[in-house]
Structures are given as C-alpha cells and as structure tokens.
C-alpha cells in the first residue's frame, strides 16, 4: 500500500515525471527526483514538486525509495537500471511509464535483483510539450492508466501499480497483458503516428498551408513528434506496427481499386461502414 | 457588382445553402430559394432566411434571378441545369459550391446557353452535421473562398463571384485554375477523408473504443462522412485522388522499410522532417 511513509522515487522528470511529482507531492507524499538536466531539478525544488533531488544516481536516494517509477525513454531506463539496481533496499517497486510493454518487460524482468519486483504501467497521457515547466496535473484526469503484469509479478505489486494510477487522478485504471497493449497501442497510437508523418512528408508542396482546413490540421496534430522518444517506442514495437501499416495500407487499397472501377455503391457502403463505426467512438 | 436590387436564387437549402441565405439576407440582400423539402423551405421562410421558396424549379423565381448558387451535390446540380436553364432570363449568372471543379465546370461550361455564364467556387467550409437547420453564419469566417475561372468566364463574372466570397465574410478569397484546385483538394481534404476513413474500417476490434486517446479521435473525427456526397467528390476527381493515394502509401511503405531494417537514424530524420514542417501549417 502506498502511504504517505512511501519514499517515492521519480527518475526523469520530464513531461510525464513531473506531472507524477506534481499530483503526488501537493497530495502529501513523499517524492524525490533523479534528472541528468540541474535545471529541471531546480525547478522542481522551487515549486515544491520534490524533496529532494540529484543529478545521478545518488544511492542515499535510491536506497531509501520504496517506489520508483521510470519516466525515462525505454532504452535509458534499461540501461539505468541495469547499472544502477544494486542502490536499492530489498523489496522495492519498480514501474515506468513507457508506451511499449514486451520489448521493455522482457529484459528489465529477466535481468532484475530477484529481490527487486518491476510492474509495467502505462499513463496513456502525453502533449505536444515537454519537460518539466509543462508538468500539468490535468492531463491524467481524462486519460487510461494501463497495468500490465506478468507472471514474475506479485499480487501486492499489481495493487502497488493501480494505486498508483489511483493516487494520479487517472480516469480509468485497466488491466492488460503487455502483448494485448501493445498490440492495441500499435493500432491506436502508434499507427495514427506513423499516418500523421508519412501525410506530413509525402507533400512538400509549399503553398499547401493557405488552402488547409481543419481535415488536414486534425490529421496531422501529431506529425510534430519528438523523434528520439517516438523513433525508441516504434522500433520496439516494430513487428506489430509493420502489422498495423499492411492491415491499413491493404483497407486504403480497397478503396483505391473501388475508384478505380467506379464502384459507386462500394464506395457508399465503406462510408456508411466508417460512418457506424467512428459514432462508437464519441465521447 | 451584387447590390441590394440583385435577386439572389439559392438552389439547395442544406447547410451551406441555408448558411448563404443566412448571411446574406441578415445583411439586407434579396435571397429566395428552391428546395425538394417543403420543411427547409417552411423553416427557411419562418426564420427571415429568404422572402420566398418553392419546392421545385418555379418559372418566376428563375425567371427573376440575377445570381444563382446552386449548393446541391454536383451530379444533381448538373442535371438540375441541364433541365431549367431554359428558365433563366440572359445575363443570369450561375455559380456554385461544389468541392471539386474540373469534373463540373467541363460538363456545365459545355452545354450552357451562351448568354449565360457559371463561375465555379469553392466554399472550402463545412461541418459534420447537414441541413438547413444547422446553416450558421459564423462558418465561412475562417474559411477559404476559392474562385476557379476558365477561359468560358468574364472578368465581370469572375468579380461578382470574388464579391459574394466577401459578402459572405470568408477569410480569405483567392483564384485557382479548376485543375490547380482538384490537386489541392486531392491532397489536403480528399486524401485526408481517404486515410480517416480506412483507418476507422480496417480494424472491427471492438474493445479499441476503451483505449482510444485523442490522436485516434483527432484521425477519424471526419469518419463520420456523409456517403453521397463524399462517394460523388471522390469518383469526379478520382484520378487524382488515385495518384494521392499512391503517393501517401509509397512515403507510409518508405517508413516501413525503415522499420524492418531498424533504421533508426531515418526514422529520425523522417520524423525531424515532419515536424518542421507542420509547424507552417500552425496557426
């Protein structure tokens, strides 16, 4: 149970970590930050996010934390932990926040302390911002928390990782297990990424901008990416996302042969098929 | 020039039919209107739309008319001139809304009493819901109005269609060739509609609607597409729209490749490419 005895750890206060730090330390618990950036740190001292904080890995930190959540990009916090995991005291609780599960659960749990037990959580929350100066409480108040265990993990820290999701206002707190998320994730962000940039790069016509609409603005909301963190996350899930891409390109072709031919009617009936299927979506 | 003498004929009172006579009748212009549907006529006429309306193609109200716009889907609008033109009085100016131009203005422009002229336009402004009870005035203000002349049209005719682009309080008004026009609109609306609509049918996952973020929903918000008129635009400009559709796939199958041979420094610079340049398209 996570009580406001629990040494919170929070290594990498960007975006995501800091919004943790924020909710979590005006609720009165206890929080610490890791974060290479001194100036993230600052910052997070001054407004009163963390109580303390350190540029490394300080073992006098993480040898206190009973909880520490990743909010690193997934090939950092594997290599951190890797190096770093014989700071902390038996029995803590490690989680992350990363968007992609089976390429990060399967080397963090085969490698970890047996002593040591790490629970994959995914905060589907995320701007076109970043950093901790954009740490907002609100954005986890309309958004899914996502746990996926596996079978290394213990009853106790499922519970840990859904309090957890609890105690950061998350809308809905859900169970999955990590190849059902990421296939999921694969369709529904992943692949929606991947359509945003390839419509933002495939046109350089440069006169496009004065004749856009809302259409072409909605669809390409996203096309400003941060590549290093997105470039990680497609990459580890690369086998699902090229998946996604040849189900989607195939549906495209469709309708491409159904113009082709002039199919009228066929046309008529993937619009109404579309039309049934998005008024499931609303909100 | 379009004076308060100019007898304006709206023909079609759906949304943006209903949202001309809006605009143009609360600033005092002189507007009637033909529609199929007694309860757009009876509805326009009780809310000061327009000083008179008819269910069909009324002599006296086509034999008065100084402009007509005719706001009906394109094929309907062409039979619909192809049947009446003989109503109108010489000097009758016919203009349009319809989202795609070559299709439309080679068919119309071809067939039409020489002492007639059609301009063709482009209200580049619409919503996801229809009719005239939703018509709303607020919709062209930051819209494009775009005018798309031939070598059939008169520079007094040309003038009168930019005019009523003004009237109507749309944002910007500027002049493209019909062809010009359908490869812009191939790109940035068609395609667009294209892709949203085959991302929403090419998964039937049932359960996807649980945890579904906004990128999804910013995606496929124009999924929600009104069959007839969208299965019309789509096959009057389907050879572009063809080529679009290729050149999309091509840049998606591009990133692809970049997956499956863990590219990572192309992604990158896929995604860098993206970004730069949708931040011309923020506003």
Request: hydrophobic share 40%; glycine share 8%.
């Amino acid at each position: 149970m996570i009580t406001t005895d629990t040494k919170i750890l929070i290594v990498g206060l960007g975006l995501i970590g800091g919004s943790y730090a924020r909710v979590l330390s005006k609720k009165g618990y206890r929080v610490c930050a890791i974060d290479t950036n001194p100036d993230s740190i600052d910052y997070a001292l001054g407004q009163g996010l963390i109580e303390d904080g350190k540029t490394g890995p300080d073992p006098a930190l993480c040898g206190a934390a009973d909880l520490v959540v990743f909010a690193l990009y997934p090939t950092t916090m594997i290599d951190w932990i890797r190096q770093n995991q014989h700071l902390f005291h038996p029995g803590t609780l490690l989680t992350d926040v990363a968007g992609v599960k089976c390429g990060v659960l399967e080397v963090i749990q085969e490698f970890l302390r047996p002593d040591l037990e790490f629970i994959g959580s995914h905060p589907m929350a995320g701007r076109e911002v970043y950093g901790v100066r954009n740490s907002d409480e609100s954005i986890f108040k309309i958004a899914n928390f996502i746990v996926t265990p596996t079978e290394k993990n213990t009853p106790q820290g499922i519970a840990a990782a859904r309090e957890l999701g609890q105690l950061l206002d998350f809308h809905t707190i859900v169970e999955l297990d990590p190849a059902t998320h990421d296939e999921m994730i694969g369709f529904v962000s992943q692949l929606t990424h991947a359509i945003a940039v390839s419509l933002m790069t495939c046109n350089d016509d440069q006169n496009l901008q004065d004749y856009t609409g809302d259409s072409f603005r909605d669809l390409t909301r996203i096309a400003r990416i941060n590549e290093k963190m997105w470039s990680e996350l497609f990459l580890l899930n690369r086998e699902v996302l090229i998946r996604q891409i040849d189900s989607f390109t195939a549906e495209l072709g469709r309708m491409r042969e159904m113009l082709q031919r002039q199919d009228r009617p066929a046309l008529e009936e993937m619009f109404r098929h579309s039309t049934r299927r998005r008024a499931l979506f609303d909100r």
